[in-house]
């Protein structure tokens, strides 16, 4: 009788995993997302929508200057790998947790200063470590490529 309830038990987990998997198919499907996941989590259209801004960072010269050479020297020379796409700049990091709380302290200042970055951070699965993608306007990924050439 035992045996009976266990294989009947996990018939029925079968049965709602194919739902599960199933559903996901035809939500994709019906919300025209069937050209897979993108990275970024919000659509850039709206992320432009909210943003109204000038393209200036809010820090003065000396500091903006400090804050480019701790940048480069704390997140930018961990970065393993740039791929640069049409909506933004994304960076590759080793599996650290050390580095990842870093990039998040260092994102969360950035978003005072220069608010019209989008920043999106994705934790890669099976330990092989993080994403950082900086977006913004063609104006926003100038400024950060100028940012990318300054050498200290």
């Known amino acids: 009788m035992k045996r009976k309830i266990l ?4 018939g029925f987990g079968w049965i ?8 996901g198919y035809y939500f994709n499907t019906l919300t025209n997302r069937s050209n897979g996941f993108k990275f970024s ?3 850039w259209d709206n992320h432009l929508q909210v943003f109204n801004g000038a393209i200036q960072c809010n820090l003065i010269e000396d500091d903006l200057l400090d804050r480019k050479k701790i940048l480069k020297q704390r997140i930018f020379s961990n970065v393993l790998k ?13 599996d650290d947790f050390n580095l990842l709380e870093s990039v998040l302290k260092h994102v969360q200042i950035e978003r005072a200063c220069c608010p019209f970055f989008k920043f999106d951070i994705s934790i890669l699965p099976f330990n092989n470590g993080f994403a950082l993608q900086i977006s ?5 990924l100038q400024m950060l490529k100028e940012f990318e050439s300054i050498d200290f």
């Open 82 to 94: 740039r791929v640069e796409s049409e909506i933004g700049i994304t960076y590759y990091f080793k």
């Open 41 to 43: 989590p919000i659509p």
């Open 7 to 10: 294989i009947i038990i996990l």
């Open 136 to 140: 913004g306007s063609k104006e926003a």
């Open 16 to 23: 709602f995993l194919a739902l599960f998997l199933t559903s």
